[in-house]
């Protein structure tokens, strides 16, 4: 399991990020990103404190666990500036927080955030044709979610992903233990989700590229 969209106790999760990685480990995962929510009041705060935890935990984990963020209810014009001071302060994942129908998202955050240049919108919600092409265009990942509420669409999300060769990959949004999840429940959700078996692994294979995109930053 690759997981890039988990949630830590620099923001709203329980977990510190020793101890995320360390369950995340036990049940499988070969990967992680910790993407922490930010906005303008504490990007500076949350990225440095995780990319300093991840490099002292380097060669004592079984895991690749890789420092990001997650922007988060930042107005559209304010998206792309905050994209490029996640990428400055060493975020090497960095996830904007997509028109879910589970929270009032301001329009146009979908657009903006492919615009950017983010590695992935999360919960894109009902997302338009128009940002779903631009997305294809700008080589943006949507994410299938295994979290409540955001998940509602995630039928949407993956049929028209799939009709418009948008990439797909698949994220918990893990909050508190329990929201982890083996590479078999990742499967089954993404069956849910209106996918073909025969989809699936390149979807997995998705995330591991966006891991070996990130780690060739460095």
Known sequence: ??????????????LLPAELIRRASVIGYK??????????SNIDMVIPRIVKALKLLKGHIPITALPGA???????ALISSLVKEARQLGAKIVVVHGETIAEPVEQ??????IGAGADILSHPGLISTEDLLFAKEKGVA??????????LA??????????FGVPLVMNTDTHSPTDLIT??????????????ENRIESIFENSKAIVEKALRRD
Do not use: C, W, Y
């Open 108 to 113: 146009g955050t979908n657009k903006a955030a």
């Open 1 to 14: 399991m690759i997981d890039l969209h988990t949630h830590s106790l620099f923001s709203d999760g329980e």
């Open 183 to 196: 590479r078999e429940t990742a499967r089954k959700i993404l069956l849910a989700s209106g996918i073909d």
């Open 70 to 76: 997650e922007i988060t209810h930042v107005p559209p």
């Open 31 to 40: 990967a992680i990103a910790i993407t922490d929510h930010v906005d303008q």
């Open 154 to 163: 995630n039928g949407h999300v993956a049929k028209e992903a799939i009709k």
């Open 142 to 151: 949507l994410e299938i979610t295994s979290r409540k509420g955001h998940s």
